[in-house]
């Protein structure tokens, strides 16, 4: 039987304990009326009974001790009242006058006695057919009944009296004529009492039964989810909390198990939301290892040193190429004090730039790979954490350094290359146009001298723009068939005149034959032209300056021409034979710095060859002269 | 009316100085490095000293202090220059009681500079003259 959840809660947790009680006092009510009616009608039926019951047993018993009296005398009707007396379950048989007086009795003792008044008073009204009540209820317990003998069957007369013979007491008694049997039995009420009793204890139990039955009901009910858990708990074997639907108690009519299923549903949200909250914990915790490892592996191939201070200057990361510029190897610096490896200037230095981590400090550090600048800068990690916690950034600065010096070098040269023909050139215009001047040779000089400067800043501003084109990647090349012979000795013809101011002897060795290869003639004259100027510029008033050119053939026409260009000048160290091929990058030398240059021949002469296919080489030694050499294929593509 | 030095590499821009110095009524001698300066110096008789930066050997800015410290120039000197960091030159010259005039130059300008050189000079000798 299931009840309405809305009939049978008490708002919403259970029912309304006046209904429990109405319902229970009802029951009680209806059994108990019940009763009642069932008792009261038992009585009445069995108040009729009785009567009739006595009556006829009375009647009967007249009868018989009638005619006991009439066949064997008084002593036979005594014995016939003792007998009915001990075995009919009467309380005392007699036989009395009608003034009441008792003749023979089943209880010898009361011979002679008087019945109740009222009994008396009722003897002359009862008939000798049927008996009748004479004294009901004259005690709650007991009532008289009484039948009329009219004859007394015994001989003799009617007023004598038995014989009292010794020993037989009914013998003796007298009895009169009419005589009345009187029978005391045991009242209605009395009987009634008892019947009443056990009905009683049959409601109480039907009751009691009923009460049972309901709390029975009741705590099955209460105790039925309470068993149904501890079984399922049971059944679980540990594995609670993968089964918590299983712990659902599907009572609705029970309080305990809403509550129970409630607490397990309460218990199952908490579990969900404790597993996502796992789940996104190990989600988060796994990304954060996987960035981490990432930030670290990115920080590790960044080509610039990371420092990262914490806790008041320790260094609790410092990545592979902050080790390299500190010399040191890659895991000695991790939780140094940053005092231990950056000196107090640099460290004075990057902090002084504050929060904005403006400033920056460069420094020299003296490595297996030479001299290098590393710049440091410095970010603090927290704008409100300790001043001296931050990143530390290093940036290999020497080749930027170097590029600030080429390019202050080159500033330098072309300024003073610009001034000087530029000084030449005003001076000489304004002292033709001041007159100071008046004979044909010096005007002429001085045309001369105007016109030489300007060529010579042609040149130099030419210069700028190759370099910048080939650097660019914007030049253009004119290829067409190049008379290596032709171009040579136009190049060296040219440059006759600066070997003679110097007295260097100029020398020029072709073969026999040169086979014409294919380029652009006008950059390759250019070049050889640069090699071969250097070579005069730097070499000493005396010296020898020699071109050379040889030619390696191959089968089907390839092959190589070699144009050397070889002198007895200064020199150059090897540590510079790389870089001398740099734009803007002039030895740091005395005797270069001296010499008029802007440090961009040899890179025109490097871009030059290298558009042609073919490749510069300089052999060199300081104070042991130089051979530059450009390699040409004969079918330059 | 002066003896003027003129120590210059570039020999067009000494012969132009030295044509505008002689048709000025000047005394004019010139030297091509630093070391032929410092020994006409050496060997007296110039007043004021016209020289460039850049030569072989010794610089004019070496020069300049050598002949200062030794009393040579009574006159002080001009300094040609082409470089570009004129600035750091001209304090250093300042110094040693010269003048920087920078490349490229008019040479009527860089009379009128070795005009007021030697006047101030001239004026500088009266008043030591006065004052002994």
Known sequence: MRWPKTYWRDG??????????????????????????????QRSEQRFAEEEYARRWVGMLGRCVSLA??????????????????????????????AGQIAIASD??????????????????????EAAMVAAHSKPQENLYAIRIREVPHAGTPTSRPSAAPGDAAREAVVPVPAWLVVRTVGI??????????????????????????VYRIAARALRPMATIRQRLLSCQGQVAEQLALLRVNDTMDNAAAAWNRFVEFIREMRDELQALQLRAAVETTLDTYRSERLTAVLSQMPHGVLVLEDGGRISFANRSACRMLGVSDESLAGKEVREVLPEPIRAGILAGGRSGSRWVDHA??????????????????????????????????????MERARDAFLYHVTHELRTPLTNIRAYAETLAGGLIDDEQSLRDCYNVISGETERLQRLIENILNVSQLEVGTARLNFGEVYVDRMVRDVVRDQQASADAKNIDLRLRLPPKLPAI??????????????LGNAI????????????????????????????????GIGIDPKHHERIFEKFYRVDDQRVESQPGTGLGLAIVRETVRLHGGTVTVESAPGRGSTFQMTLPVNAS | MAAILIA?????????????????????????????????????????????????????????????????????????????????????????????????????????????????????????????
Request: glycine share 12%; with cysteine; net charge negative.
């Open chain 1, 12 to 41: 919403q947790d259970g029912l309304p304990s006046w209904v429990g009680l109405s319902l229970t006092g009802l029951y009680l009510g209806l059994v108990v009326t019940l009763g009642m009616v069932s008792l009261r009608f």
């Open chain 1, 69 to 98: 009296l009439s066949e064997n005398g008084t002593a036979s009707a005594a014995a016939e009242l003792r007998r009915a007396a001990r075995e009919s379950g009467v309380l005392a048989c007699a036989i009395v006058d009608r």
């Open chain 1, 108 to 129: 010898p003792e009361q011979s002679g006695r008087m019945i109740p008044d009222e009994a008396a008073s009722g003897l002359l009204a009862v008939s000798d057919v």
């Open chain 1, 189 to 214: 009420p009395n009987r009634w009492a008892a019947a009443a009793w056990w009905s009683c204890v049959g409601y109480v139990t039907l009751a009691g039964m009923g009460v049972f039955w309901v």
């Open chain 1, 365 to 402: 550090i003296d490595g297996a790979d030479g001299a290098t600048t590393v710049r440091f800068t410095m970010v603090p990690l927290d704008r409100d954490g300790d001043a001296a916690d931050g990143i530390v950034f290093m940036q290999d600065v020497s080749q930027f350094k170097e």
């Open chain 1, 518 to 531: 294919r380029g652009d003639k006008e950059r390759l004259a250019a070049a050889l032209a640069n090699l």
């Open chain 1, 537 to 568: 510029k730097y070499t000493p008033a005396g010296g020898q300056v020699e071109v050379t050119c040889t030619v390696d053939e191959e089968a089907g026409g390839a092959g190589t021409v070699k144009i050397a260009v070889s002198d007895t």
């Open chain 2, 8 to 132: 210059e590499d570039d020999a067009h821009i000494a012969r132009v100085l030295t044509l505008w110095l002689t048709r000025n009524g000047h005394e004019v001698c010139e030297a091509r490095t630093g070391c032929e300066a410092l020994e006409r110096l050496r060997a007296g008789g110039v007043e004021l000293m016209i020289t460039d930066v850049n030569m072989p050997g010794l610089s004019g800015v070496d020069v300049l202090a050598t002949a200062g410290a030794e009393g040579l120039l009574p006159c002080g000197a001009i300094v040609l220059t082409s470089r570009c960091d004129q600035r750091e030159i001209a304090e250093a010259v300042r110094e040693l009681g010269g003048v920087v005039h920078p490349k490229p130059f008019s040479p009527s300008g860089l009379l009128t500079v070795i005009e007021q050189k030697l006047s101030c000079a001239a004026a500088g000798a009266r008043r030591e003259r006065d004052e002994a």
